[in-house]
């Protein structure tokens, strides 16, 4: 997709396949389908069939995305939790796995706890491939949808600044929003999150590297008040080894009412890719700035249809 606006037949593994025009493409796409009528939409991919493949547990994602093509006239082939109900129990490789989900499918949507796997999924699939989440790595159609949703609010997506808070370094839809505001020029990001759960040496060289300022700060006392969004994420337990750190990190941060109203500017969008389990409390949800529960949330179904209408629709 680098340097082409072309998304047909194509994976999407990582935000490094996208630039400019593609990211500006799939939100045009979005914004098209979001004022399209239900009938018309259903005419655009009959047919087709999308298997979905969730190594790991999911609400969102699995289900916008099963939303998506179903309400472009597709269906699916649904499976999750692969590795307690599939031939994976009985030792079947993630490759073969694969080869036999696509002579099924038209495309494939797949997420896994390991890092790369999706790569490699990719590499041997001769049908699409999106990656759902590869483990700690990237989550690149989340960050499509949650800078879309910012991007609709504020009609442009350059000259953005932005706040990051909780598990950066083991969060792979900060990974792939970093990736995705480094395409575009002037954007800024701060990020806020327990010393141990900072994005890695690596994370920060590479984000140097595209130019995108990142701005580490320690206390809630140093949040810009202009920020465009915020963005609170989990502490997340399934990658501790030491549960006893995770209890002790897992509330370091929490997203309370008189906070939002103190420091979040009037209209400064309120975000989290959900799940929370209790680092936003309740009492944010009301308030009209929250979008998690709301816009944020189906904004995922209508990003996930213009990505498969962009994949999968024949040209004719």
Known sequence: ????????GKDIISLDQFNRKSVEKVFATAAKIK???TKKLLKILP???VGLMFFEPSTR??????AAVKRLGGQTVEYQNPLSTSSVVKGETIEDTTKMMEQYCDAIVMRHPIVGTLKKVAEVADVPVINAGDGIGEHPTQALLDMFTVFEKFKHIDNIKGLIVGDLLNGRTVHSIIKCLSIFPNN???LLSPKQLRLSNKDLEEAKKRKIKLIEIKSFEEIPADCHFWYWTRVQKERFTDKQEYEKLKLNFILTKKLVDKKAGKNTLIMHPLPRVGEVETEVDNDPRAVYLTTEAKNGMYVRMALFSLILEDRK
């Open 188 to 190: 800024t990001l701060y």
């Open 47 to 49: 047919g087709k069939i």
């Open 1 to 8: 997709m680098k340097n082409s606006e072309i998304f047909f």
């Open 35 to 37: 004022k399209t009528p």
């Open 61 to 66: 994602t699995f289900s916008s995305n099963s």
